[in-house]
């Protein structure tokens, strides 16, 4: 069996938070490459675009390789309600690469791409899309947690969770961290925010399964 993935993480200096992409880039590499060491029969295909390796013109064409048949999209980069950008370039948007993820599933930490540019990829037959309506808040110094608790849904869905039970164990790890008293207000304030922009559109019911192709 073959498991097909994409990343898209913004690496560049104009982005101010690219230490945590990158994080978020190589925290996800692993916990893929871990669950196909557990699970010999399954054939790891993962594709790694950051921001000298992709922009608008070239994306869909490096995705032709895969979005024909299912595969997860993950997206560690900046995001408005219509678009989704790195390098400061709109990679995705309602005119731009819309229609390229076909049979994705889509987890993102970006702001705001939960919004009108979801709908318009599920109605451009992407399977599930699971990301924020709002900001995705990053409390300053607490990276490595932040990625902590946004790996708790890949590897929740990794473990054969459907995507909305995957969504309900990522919302109990903000919620943890929303009531750890050892962080300050202000910090636990940003994670609940998340939490309560926290959104999932489309088939809420797929599994890992229904990502794997013989």
């Known amino acids: 069996m073959r498991l097909n993935t994409v990343i898209l993480a913004d690496d560049s200096y104009s982005s101010d938070v690219s230490d945590l992409f990158v994080l978020l880039k190589d925290s996800t590499?692993?916990?893929?490459?871990?669950?196909?060491?557990?699970n010999?029969?399954?054939?790891?295909?993962?594709?790694?675009?950051l921001s000298d390796s992709i922009d608008r013109r070239t994306l869909s064409s490096k995705l032709s390789s895969v979005n024909f048949q299912p595969f997860i999209c993950y997206w560690y980069g900046h995001g408005t309600g219509t678009s989704f950008s790195i390098d400061n370039e709109e990679i995705v948007s309602l005119t731009e690469n819309h229609y390229a993820f076909s049979n994705a599933l889509i987890y993102t930490f970006s702001c705001h791409n939960a919004k009108v540019?979801?709908?318009?990829?599920?109605?451009?037959k992407l399977e599930t899309f699971v990301g924020y309506t709002s900001e995705a808040k990053c409390p300053y110094g607490l990276d490595d947690l932040t990625t902590e608790i946004i790996m708790t849904f890949i590897s929740s869905f990794l473990e054969g969770k459907t995507a909305s039970e995957a969504v309900e164990e990522l919302k109990s790890a903000y919620e943890?961290?929303?009531?750890?008293?050892?962080?300050?207000?202000?910090?636990?304030?940003w994670f609940q925010e998340n939490r309560d922009a926290l959104t999932i559109k489309g088939n809420k019911e797929l599994t890992i399964n229904g990502i794997l192709l013989n």
């Open 29 to 38: 590499t692993s916990l893929l490459e871990e669950y196909c060491s557990q």
């Open 40 to 49: 010999s029969c399954v054939e790891l295909r993962n594709q790694i675009f």
């Open 117 to 124: 540019l979801a709908d318009t990829l599920i109605e451009n």
């Open 176 to 189: 943890s961290t929303i009531f750890n008293e050892e962080l300050d207000p202000f910090q636990r304030g």
